[in-house]
């Protein structure tokens, strides 16, 4: 019997900021462009979209510095607990009082059960919720991508 396994090399993530605006505010959005050249979207179908919802903010729906940093601690806990071989960084945006984190998932189940879990986690210093679907030409990680040709030229 033959070992029928196909290893797939991902990308080393690779980060490009983005000061940008959204429905006339302003968004701060970093974004893993090493999967810009990633040929298997096949593999991570899924999006999930991971929203904390900030108290303390400062002009037009910004937080001020130091919900910033719990903002990161927050979100920090849950990249670090849905990353791994199961799903790759899309994007973490900063707009209108929020901060949301984008994946691109492999098995949906497996960041659903790890997700349920950091919520039983009781108590939460922020609001935070999540949405998953099935995304198989990566739409949602196409608008995030349409932001490259406008910082670097037409031709990027």
Avoid at 8 to 37: C, G, K, M, Q, W
Avoid at 70 to 91: H, M, P
């Amino acid at each position: 019997m033959t070992d029928s396994r196909v290893h797939i090399a991902v990308p080393e993530p690779h980060y490009t900021l983005f000061n940008s605006t959204r429905n006339d505010l302003p968004e701060v959005i970093v974004v893993n462009d090493a999967l810009l050249a990633f040929q298997h979207h096949e593999i991570f179908p899924w999006h999930l979209e991971v929203s904390i919802q900030a108290e303390d903010l400062a002009d037009k729906g910004m937080p001020t510095p130091e919900e910033s940093q719990l903002l990161f601690e927050i979100g920090d806990k849950i990249e670090s607990a849905v990353e791994g071989r199961n799903s790759l960084f899309l994007a973490r945006s900063t707009w209108d009082g929020l901060r949301q984190l984008s994946f691109r998932v492999h098995d949906p189940e497996l960041a659903n059960d790890t997700l349920q879990s950091l919520l039983a986690d009781k108590p939460h210093t922020r609001f935070w919720e999540y949405r998953m679907h099935h995304d198989p030409e990566w739409q949602e990680a196409g608008y995030i991508f349409r932001l490259f040709p406008l910082a670097n030229g037409p031709d990027a």
